[in-house]
């Protein structure tokens, strides 16, 4: 994401992290300072050179640094380790202040926690695998740039794909300002979560990427993944014959086992879908 940080903060052009073994919160925090500043250099070791001038990170027992024993704890007790600190000093900066605290909260607190108590987590293993094995000869300066390039791809698909949701807002708003208030048609595919849960709209249809045209329900809430109206229990699993003898929709050719989703190759058949699941569903309360 473009946020003109560096308009805001102030870039480090140098860093400096431990040597030898690494973990989760050292591999995301150099992966960070490397999309925030493509240039920067950093150096690994073991005792902080006292004229180094530059960012100190997982070592040195300074801002960024969680090895002593006054290190510090967020609101709801979880620990930082280096990368939580490291986000929580520019995250804001780079991402806006929403997306940082949910980043944080749903992303790097459970490697924080993970790096702090030994908590299982499956993403701090990966990263833990990256260091060499005890008779492969490999240097671990070298495994650990593979585990920062592991790292800096997954941010850099994460902040796309947040991205994404943000330029889909105007696209999905406008379709529901033209919809009416229960089955949200989208002229394309974009991610319509964020704006239709919590919504009137129970379904959203939109083209699908496999060819013709998917129904989907919209869940209660962005935490709560509570269908307001799935679709009918006899449609799901059922082959494209026995949902046309069902429903009578010509071209409704899919239901998946969750109730969540449904496929037709025509959009209008999609609509008839949806509209049929809601009467269903409301016949079904009377």
């Known amino acids: ?109 459970p490697l924080d926690e993970s790096d702090n108590t030994g908590k299982s987590n499956v993403l701090a293993t990966i990263i833990d695998e990256f260091n060499p094995g005890w008779d492969s000869g490999e240097e671990y300066n070298d495994c650990f740039w593979k585990a920062v390039g592991f790292a800096k791809l997954v941010l850099e698909n994460h902040f796309k794909a947040v991205a994404g949701i943000y330029r889909a807002r105007t696209l999905v708003d406008k ?5 009416d208030g229960d089955v949200l048609v989208l002229p394309e595919f974009a991610p319509w979560k964020g704006e239709a849960a919590g919504s009137s709209y129970k379904f959203v249809v939109y083209p699908s990427s496999r060819g013709g045209f998917s129904a989907q329900g919209v869940p209660v809430s962005i935490d709560d993944k509570t269908l307001v109206c799935p679709f009918p229990d006899e449609w799901c699993g059922k082959t494209p014959d026995e949902l046309v003898q069902i429903t009578g929709i010509q071209t409704l050719r899919f239901c998946h086992p969750n109730a969540f989703l449904i496929a037709a190759d025509e959009k209008e058949d999609a609509i008839k879908a949806a509209r049929l699941a809601l009467e269903m569903a409301q016949a079904k309360k009377m």
């Open 1 to 109: 994401m473009d946020n003109g940080y560096s308009e805001t903060i102030d870039i480090p052009l140098r860093g400096f992290t431990h040597g030898s073994k690494f973990h989760s919160d050292d591999v995301f925090a150099t992966a960070f300072l490397k999309i925030i500043n493509p240039g920067i250099e950093i150096i690994r070791g073991f005792e902080v050179p006292e004229d180094f001038d530059g960012i100190v990170y997982d070592i040195g027992r300074g801002k960024f640094d969680h090895h002593q024993q006054d290190k510090e704890y967020r609101d709801n007790g979880c620990p930082y380790a280096a990368f939580g600190l490291i986000w929580r000093e520019f995250g804001e900066y780079y991402v806006g202040a929403e997306e940082a605290e949910r980043f944080d909260h749903e992303f790097v607190q």
């Open 175 to 179: 379709a529901m300002e033209e919809c």
